[in-house]
C-alpha cells in the first residue's frame, strides 16, 4: 500500500502503523531505504510545469482593449503620425512588462512552501542512529524530534516526553499542541490528532520519535501545495467590465465609422477613399488611447498610497478590487489577535480579578470590580503569580523594540503575569531555587517544581488542567488561611472564563519537609491547597475592533475563519462585534454540507471554527457563488489556497509565511487588520478616479468623433483633422486626464455600501454624462468652426479655433469631473488639487505652442488666432461649466426627493 494522507494514520495504533509500513522501532536497513526511495520518490514537492517567460510575456497582449489600442497604433502609421504611434505602442508595451512582472505568483508561493521543509533529519537505519537529508526520508523511517526541530514528514508518533508543536499555520491553533502517542478517531479535525506531527511544524518543546507515514506530495502541507497549484484566480472586477466596456467600444466605434462611410458614398456622394479617410478619422477620434495608461497609473497612485499606510500590493487591479469588497474572511490568530498568549483573568476564592496590558509587555496591572489594585494588597493573588513564575521554564525577552518569548508561550504569558504582580526578573529564582521538576507531559497534564529558600523551608507549586489539579487539591488559600476546598465555586469561575473564550489553567501549592530534595508523583498526589485559576487567551488587536466597525459601516460583512475551538473563536468574534451570536460553525458541520447547503449557510454564518484549508476554499467559494466580493486575510500555510481563490488575498507582512504572502495580492506589513479599512478608502478612491477618468476622456473622444459624422452629415468640411485629433488626445491624456488620478477620497466613501457586482462600467448616469458633455462640445466646437467660416475666416485659422476650442472646454470640465456629483465650488472644488492646477497650466502652454509656432504650424495646418476669438472659446468654455455644474444641482435634487420616504 502507497502511505497516502487520505489513510487515517492518526486512527491507527502504535503497533498496527508500524505493520502497515512494513517497519519496526529498530528503523530500516539502508538498502530498503533505497528501494523505497525508488518507489515512493524524494521527500520534496513536485513543481508545477510553469510557462516559458515568452508566452507568459505574449500571454500579457491578449485583451481587447489592447487589440484597441495596437489598432490605433496602425492607424496613426498609415496617417504618417510615428510619434503618436510610438506613444501608443510604448503604452502598450509598458502594460505589457508591468504585467509580465507581476505573472510569477503562483510559482513563487508554491516554491515557498516547499522551502518549509526541514533540510535534515536524525533516523535510525541499519540499527545506527544518523543525519540524513531530508528529501532521503521514506515512509517507514523511524525518525527523532527535539526542541527546535522543523518536522521533516508527516510522522505518527511511537514515544514522547513532553513534546509540544506550533501547527499554527496548518490548524491557526495560537498554542503549541501538547502530543501523544494513543489512537483517535478517524474523523478528528487536523488539529486534534494529537498522536501525528505534520510535515514543516515546529517542535517548541521536549522530545519524541516517529515513523514516517508520508512523504513529499503525499504529507499535509503537500495536500494544500497541490491545492494552491490546482486554485483558479478570480478575474477582478475591473478586468471582467473592462473586458465587457472594450467589447462594447470596440463594436460602437466600427459600427459608427462603416456607417458614417456608407452614409457618405451612398448619400452625400462622397468618394469612396475619402469616405474611408474619413472613417479612419472617426475611429482614431473615438479610440481613448491614452484610457489604459490612465487607468494602470491611476491604480499605480493607489499603490503608492497605500504602501504608505502600510498596505503592500502585489498585483495592480487588487487595488480596484477592494474598493469593491462585499465580504472580508478574516483568519482569527495573528489577524483580528495579536498571536501573543495573555493572561487576563485570575480567579481566587473571593475575587475575580481582571489583568490589564495585552501581548508580552510586561506593563499592566490587575483590577477588581472595576477598582485598580496590585497583588501587594491581596496575599493569595501574590502567592499565584509567584507559582506562575517558578512553576514555568520559559524566558521573556528585550528584542528589537518588542519582547519576545523564549519557549512556550503560555508559559511566557505567566511569566508577564508574575512581572505585572511585582515579581518579575531573576531575583525570585535567586531566592527560591528549584531543586526537582515533574515536566508536563500530556499523559498527566500538569508540571510541578520544588523550591527551598536560604532558610531552609521547602514548597511545592503545581499547574495544569482544572480538573487534573483540582482532583489533587483538598483546600483552598484564602486571605485569612486555607479552607475547605469548595468545587462548586471553582465550578462557576471555570464557567466563567470559559464564557470570555479564555483557556484556564489552575495553580496549587503545598509544603515540603526540609529534608524532600527530589519531586516525583507521590508527593502531589492529594492534600494540596488549591490557589486559583488564571485565564489565558490570545487577546484581539484593540485597533482591530474599531477596523471591524468601521467595515461594517461601509457595507462590508466580516466573517472569521479558523482553525481554532469553537468557543474560543465564538468569544473573539464577540468581542471583535463581529458576532453576536451564540452558535460557530465547526470544520465538521461543513463537511456534512453540499455546495449548495454551504452556499446557503454561508450567508447566515459569521464565525467558522477548527476549519481546515479545504473549508477555507470552500467557503470563499461559497461567497462567490452568492455574488459576493471576497477579500480573505492570513497569515498560515492553511491559508494560501484560500488566500489565491479570493478576490484579495490578504497575507501578513511581519508574522505571515512566506507562502500566504506569495499566495496574496496584498500584504499587511503592520499586520494590523486596521490597515484593511485604509485599503478600501483607497480602493474606493481609485474606482471612483477613474470613473471620474472616464468620464473625462469619453466626452472628448465623443464630441470629435460626433464633430466629424456631424461635418460629413451636414455635407461640410472637417473642422479638425485627424492630425489635430491625435494632438488632442495625447496632449490631454497624459496631463488633464492623469491629474484626476491623484484625487483624494470624497467625504461620503466609506458611508456608501460597496457597488453592486453586477454594475457595468458605464452606468446610465455615466452615460447621460457622457452624451450630455460630448453634445455641449460638438456644439461649441463646431459651431465656432461653423460661425468662423461663416465671417470669412479661412479653413486654418477656424480649425486653429476649434481645436482650442475643444482644448480649453476640457479645461473647464476637468474642473468639473473633479467630483461625480458635488459641487465643484464647495469645499475648496477649484483649487484643492493642485495637479490640476499644473496640469491645466501646461495644457495652455503647449496650445499656444500649438497655435502660434511656426514648426507646430506646418506639421498641424494650424494659424494664429487673434485675443477677440480667445474671447469666444473662453467664453464656450465657461458656459459648458456653468451647463455640467447645474446638471449636477438637478441631479443632486433629484436624488435627495427619492430618498425622503
Not at 125 to 153: C, K, M, N
Not at 350 to 362: E, I, K
Not at 376 to 386: D, K, M, N, S
Request: aromatic letters at 6%; hydrophobic letters at 45%.
Amino acid at each position: 500500500m502507497r502511505p497516502s494522507t487520505d489513510h487515517p494514520w492518526h486512527a491507527a495504533d502504535v503497533d498496527q502503523a508500524l505493520r502497515q509500513l512494513a517497519a519496526n522501532r529498530q528503523g530500516l536497513t539502508q538498502s530498503e531505504a533505497e528501494r523505497r526511495l525508488a518507489e515512493y520518490g524524494a521527500n520534496r514537492l513536485t513543481p508545477p510545469r510553469a510557462r516559458s517567460p515568452l508566452m507568459r510575456f505574449l500571454a500579457q497582449f491578449d485583451n481587447l482593449l489592447i487589440y484597441i489600442l495596437l489598432g490605433a497604433g496602425l492607424v496613426t502609421i498609415l496617417l504618417g503620425q510615428y510619434v503618436d504611434a510610438g506613444v501608443i505602442f510604448g503604452v502598450v508595451l509598458i502594460n505589457g512588462f508591468i504585467g509580465f512582472i507581476q505573472e510569477g505568483k503562483a510559482e513563487r508561493a508554491l516554491e515557498a512552501v516547499r522551502g518549509l521543509l526541514s533540510p535534515q533529519a536524525t533516523v535510525i537505519r541499519d540499527g545506527h542512529r544518523q543525519t540524513v537529508p531530508a528529501e532521503q526520508l521514506v515512509p517507514g523511517d523511524l525518525v527523532f524530534l527535539q526542541s527546535g526541530d522543523r518536522v521533516p514528514a508527516d510522522l505518527r508518533l511511537l514515544a514522547v516526553r513532553e513534546l509540544r508543536i506550533d501547527e499554527a499555520m496548518l490548524t491557526g491553533e495560537s498554542m503549541p499542541t501538547g502530543k501523544q502517542i494513543d489512537p483517535v478517531a478517524a474523523d478528528a479535525p487536523l488539529g486534534d490528532r494529537d498522536n501525528m506531527a505534520y510535515s514543516g511544524t515546529l517542535v517548541t518543546y521536549g522530545q519524541a520519535t516517529g515513523v514516517v507515514a508520508t512523504t513529499g506530495d503525499d504529507t499535509e502541507i503537500g495536500r494544500i501545495s497541490s491545492l494552491l497549484a490546482q486554485v483558479q484566480t478570480m478575474d477582478t472586477p475591473l478586468t471582467v467590465q473592462m473586458a465587457r466596456f472594450a467589447r462594447w467600444l470596440t463594436g460602437a466605434i466600427l459600427a459608427l465609422a462603416a456607417a458614417t462611410a456608407v452614409f457618405g458614398v451612398l448619400v452625400r456622394g462622397y468618394p469612396t477613399s475619402e469616405m474611408f479617410l474619413a472613417a479612419v478619422g472617426l475611429a482614431v477620434a473615438a479610440i481613448p488611447e491614452g484610457l489604459p495608461a490612465i487607468i494602470t497609473i491611476t491604480l499605480a497612485i493607489g499603490v503608492q498610497r497605500m504602501a504608505a499606510r502600510n498596505a503592500i500590493i502585489r498585483r495592480l487591479p487588487a487595488v480596484e478590487t477592494l474598493g469593491s469588497v462585499t465580504v472580508i474572511c478574516s483568519d482569527k490568530t495573528g489577524t483580528l489577535t495579536r498571536n501573543e498568549m495573555t493572561v487576563q483573568a485570575v480567579a481566587t476564592r473571593h475575587q475575580l480579578y481582571d489583568v490589564t496590558g495585552v501581548g508580552y509587555d510586561p506593563h499592566g496591572g490587575f483590577s477588581a470590580n472595576g477598582q485598580d489594585t496590585t497583588a501587594a494588597e491581596h496575599p493569595v493573588l501574590a502567592e499565584l503569580g509567584r507559582a506562575a513564575v517558578l512553576c514555568n521554564d520559559a524566558r521573556v525577552i528585550p528584542q528589537d523594540g518588542q519582547w519576545r518569548v523564549e519557549g512556550d508561550p503560555m508559559e511566557g504569558a505567566l511569566l508577564v503575569l508574575g512581572a505585572k504582580a511585582g515579581l518579575g526578573g531573576d531575583h525570585l529564582t535567586e531566592e527560591l531555587p528549584r531543586d526537582d521538576v515533574i515536566p508536563f507531559e500530556s499523559e498527566h497534564r500538569f508540571m510541578a517544581t520544588l523550591h527551598h529558600d536560604h532558610a531552609g523551608h521547602r514548597v511545592i507549586y503545581l499547574k495544569g488542567a482544572p480538573e487534573v489539579v483540582f482532583a489533587r487539591c483538598s483546600a483552598q488559600r484564602t486571605a485569612s488561611g486555607d479552607t475547605p476546598l469548595e468545587l462548586d465555586y471553582w465550578h462557576r469561575s471555570l464557567e466563567a472564563i470559559g464564557a470570555r473564550g479564555q483557556r484556564a489553567l489552575a495553580f496549587a501549592t503545598c509544603a515540603a519537609t526540609t529534608e524532600q530534595t527530589t519531586l516525583d508523583f507521590a508527593h502531589v498526589a492529594g492534600d494540596l491547597t488549591l490557589l486559583g485559576l488564571v485565564g489565558i487567551i490570545d487577546p484581539p488587536r484593540t485597533e482591530a475592533i474599531s477596523a471591524v466597525a468601521e467595515c461594517r459601516s461601509a457595507g462590508i460583512a466580516v466573517k472569521m475563519i479558523t482553525g481554532d475551538h469553537a468557543s474560543t473563536a465564538l468569544a473573539i468574534g464577540r468581542q471583535m462585534g463581529i458576532t453576536d451570536g451564540e452558535h460557530a460553525i465547526s470544520g465538521h458541520e461543513i463537511d456534512q454540507l453540499d455546495d449548495n447547503a454551504l452556499t446557503e449557510r454561508v450567508m447566515q454564518e459569521d464565525v467558522f471554527a477548527r476549519a481546515s484549508p479545504e473549508h477555507k476554499l470552500r467557503l470563499v467559494q461559497a461567497l462567490q457563488a452568492n455574488g459576493q466580493v471576497v477579500a480573505m486575510t492570513g497569515d498560515g500555510v492553511n491559508d494560501a489556497p484560500a488566500l489565491k481563490r479570493a478576490g484579495v488575498g490578504i497575507a501578513m507582512g511581519l508574522k505571515g509565511t512566506e507562502v500566504a504572502k506569495e499566495a496574496a495580492e496584498m500584504v499587511l506589513a503592520d499586520d494590523n487588520f486596521a490597515s484593511i479599512g485604509h485599503a478600501v478608502k483607497e480602493g474606493r478612491t481609485v474606482y471612483d478616479n477613474i470613473k471620474k477618468s472616464i468620464l473625462f476622456i469619453l466626452p472628448t473622444n465623443g464630441g470629435e468623433a460626433l464633430t466629424i459624422l456631424a461635418a460629413v452629415a451636414l455635407g461640410t468640411m472637417l473642422p479638425v483633422t485627424a492630425a489635430q485629433i491625435l494632438w488632442v488626445n495625447m496632449i490631454t491624456a497624459v496631463t488633464l486626464a492623469l491629474a484626476l488620478a491623484f484625487e483624494d477620497g470624497e467625504a461620503d466613501l466609506m458611508k456608501r455600501p460597496p457597488r453592486p457586482v453586477g454594475e457595468p462600467l458605464l452606468t446610465r448616469f455615466m452615460i447621460w454624462r457622457i452624451l450630455f458633455v460630448s453634445l455641449l462640445m460638438v456644439l461649441g466646437t463646431f459651431g465656432l468652426f461653423l460661425w468662423e467660416r461663416s465671417q470669412g475666416t479661412d479653413l486654418a485659422t477656424a480649425r486653429t479655433i476649434a481645436v482650442n476650442a475643444l482644448v480649453v472646454a476640457e479645461v473647464f470640465y476637468l474642473l468639473n469631473a473633479r467630483f461625480l456629483t458635488a459641487s465643484v465650488l464647495n469645499a475648496n472644488g477649484l483649487f484643492g488639487n493642485r495637479y490640476a492646477l499644473a496640469a491645466i497650466a501646461v495644457v495652455l502652454c503647449f496650445q499656444l505652442l500649438f497655435t502660434y509656432l511656426p514648426l507646430m504650424q506646418t506639421f498641424f495646418g494650424t494659424a494664429a488666432i487673434d485675443t477677440g476669438a480667445w474671447a469666444r472659446i473662453l467664453g464656450f468654455g465657461v458656459a459648458l461649466f456653468l451647463l455640467v455644474e447645474g446638471e449636477k444641482a438637478v441631479l443632486r435634487r433629484r436624488r435627495a426627493r427619492s430618498a425622503i420616504p
